[in-house]
């Protein structure tokens, strides 16, 4: 059973650019999470989906992220015209139910975004 | 608003020694804790839990205390082995309902031979 799987595990991008970030969850998980860690911080809550819907996106910034989970595929969180800032390392995990003691979140080996 | 909280940047402990690891919540709402172990270029590796109603969950060499009243929790590794060297992240969730979980900002950890 093959992990959290996210690439590009590194993507440069040119300010303005889009960046897309792709996580397949475990196999059997309908629950992902992206969460972004800035150099020196820990990882801030993003968005948690469920498969076609998004349930919680309270982390995510209002203007330039999105992020959808598709009956079909991987999730993507899109960066629509990127900027400095956005240069994060962006983790994905997974879950096969809702979170508590006996089920817990399995994450990615991430993908680091460079903006230049 | 740090919710959770690390407040050793980094701890240095001798091979075979115990390190005890540190965390600090200030959100009564939080009922489960989560440490998660990091190595560079990784993505977090889930170590132990404990939810609210216990006070202790202990796995091989690892154990979590949780101190509800004064709103913390540790995690101690005993004995200390170089590959537990990683920086160490608490989490923290309010359950039923509230997936998001709440991390600190980690403690690099360097087990000296």
């Known amino acids: 059973n093959a992990g959290v799987m996210q690439n590009p595990r590194h993507l440069v991008r040119r300010r303005g650019q889009e960046a897309r970030l792709r996580c397949s969850p475990m196999?059997?998980?309908?629950?992902v999470y992206w969460y972004r860690q800035l150099p020196e911080e820990g990882l801030k809550f993003m968005v948690y989906?469920?498969?076609?819907?998004?349930?919680?996106e309270s982390g995510m910034p209002k203007e330039r992220f999105s992020a959808e989970f598709p009956k079909e595929g991987p999730s993507i969180l899109r960066i629509q015209q990127v900027v400095r800032g956005d240069s994060a390392a962006y983790f994905c995990?997974?879950?096969?139910?809702?979170?508590?003691?006996?089920?817990?979140?399995?994450f990615g080996q991430g993908t680091r975004l460079t903006v230049v | 608003d740090q919710q959770v909280k690390q407040n050793s940047p980094s701890l240095s402990v001798q091979e075979g020694r115990i390190s005890i690891l540190n965390c600090d919540y200030t959100?009564?709402?939080?009922?489960?804790f989560l440490w998660y172990k990091k190595y560079p270029a990784e993505g977090p590796t889930f170590l132990i839990s404990i939810s609210s109603i216990k006070d202790k969950n202990e796995d091989g060499r690892f154990t979590v205390f949780l101190n509800k009243s004064a709103k913390h929790l540790s995690l101690h590794i005993v004995p200390s082995q170089p590959g537990d060297s990683a920086v160490y992240f608490c989490a923290a969730s309010a359950l039923g309902g509230n997936e998001k979980l709440t991390f600190g900002t980690g403690t690099r950890l360097t087990i000296i031979p």
């Open positions: 995990a997974s879950s096969p139910y809702l979170l508590g003691p006996g089920t817990e979140a399995f």
């Open positions: 959100n009564s709402m939080f009922d489960y």
């Open positions: 196999k059997g998980h309908s629950h």
């Open positions: 989906l469920q498969k076609e819907n998004i349930i919680d």
